[in-house]
């Protein structure tokens, strides 16, 4: 196993494996890294989905009078949950980047290592 054990007796990393599947599943590409206990879903710039076994989060904005960013966290034994919420996320930033989610074809975008 690679990764904490979280609820189970599943580890952060196959959690985190089950999030990446439910987003290709919605037509979402992601990588999944592991280790120190922890693993992340890299899914577009400025979203990284992380996950201990037992929650995912990520961040979803800044506040500027605390100067922090605010984030959003799901249960980890609802990936499929946590994915739609996710892909709400990444439709934002697509938006937010290329004025719509369909504005780029994904299937040229570089992920990072595999």
């Not at 979402?28 to 992340?40: P, R, S, T």
């Not at 709400?88 to 989610?101: C, K, M, N, V």
């Amino acid at each position: 196993m690679n990764g904490l054990v979280g609820l189970g007796g599943v580890s952060a990393f196959e959690v985190a494996e089950a999030l990446r599947a439910a987003l290709a599943a919605q037509g979402i590409k992601a990588d999944v890294n592991g280790g120190h206990d922890l693993a992340v879903v890299s899914v577009w710039t400025g979203l990284t989905v992380w996950c201990n076994g037992e929650h995912f989060w990520w961040r979803t904005g800044w506040n500027p009078q605390s100067r922090r960013s605010i984030y959003a966290w799901h249960p980890a034994v609802e990936p499929e949950r946590a994915a739609h919420r996710v892909a709400f996320r990444y439709a934002d930033l697509r938006r937010e980047q290329f004025g719509s989610p369909e504005g780029l074809d994904s299937t040229w975008i570089d992920h990072g290592p595999r």
